[in-house]
């Protein structure tokens, strides 16, 4: 079993809406002292939305971090404390211009667990209805498709989705579509 890790000193060194930057120094279980990156995140939420057809809903929007447009599943962080089911449903319908009658908690993911404590939290959304339209924030521009599960599989094992949440949630849809 491994001995306690002991938080010493946190000095948070930037802030910003969506992450707080933080030098964590910490005492090893040998007694050794380091200092480890962290980065803060108030979590997020994803939604693999299935429409009647079967058919997975994605979104693709322009990721600066990449200089690349990328098809994923629709998410987004929490507001505060916001719920995460209420994120799920809010961020589904601002993306997509779809509402679920039948949304239900499905994975967690830590996104990037050796720097970051992001956790999302992934619900599976059908009975899909549409409504009025998307409702991005101003800095979003979003184009929404269906695609078949074989073709989201194909697409990530020739490496055009590379996103880790989108390929944790579909290859975790395909494996609960095959369960017994």
């Known amino acids: 079993m491994l001995k306690k890790f002991e938080r010493l000193k946190r000095d948070i060194l930037r802030k910003s809406n969506v992450l707080t ?21 108030n979590g ?21 971090s990449f200089d690349r447009v990328t098809l994923e599943v629709p998410a987004g962080k929490r507001d505060g404390d916001e ?10 319908e601002e993306e997509t211009g779809y509402k679920s009658s039948h949304i239900v ?9 050796a720097y970051c404590d992001e956790e999302i939290k992934v619900f599976l959304a059908t009975k899909l209805t549409k409504t009025d339209g998307q409702h991005t924030d101003p800095d979003e521009f979003i184009e929404v498709g269906e695609y078949e599960l074989s073709e989201l599989k194909d697409m990530i094992f020739s490496h055009k ?17 095959r369960r017994p």
Request: net charge negative.
């Open 21 to 41: 930057y933080c030098i964590d120094t910490m005492k090893l279980p040998d007694g050794h002292i380091v200092e480890y990156d962290t980065m803060l995140h």
């Open 161 to 177: 989705i590379r996103d880790s949440k989108t390929i944790a949630c579909i290859m975790a849809y395909d494996s609960y579509t």
């Open 83 to 92: 719920d995460f089911a209420v994120a799920a449903e809010r961020e589904l």
């Open 44 to 64: 997020a939420a994803a939604v693999i939305p299935v429409t009647d057809e079967g058919k997975i809903v994605m979104v693709k929007q322009y990721r600066h």
């Open 105 to 113: 908690p499905f994975i967690t993911i830590d996104t990037a667990i």
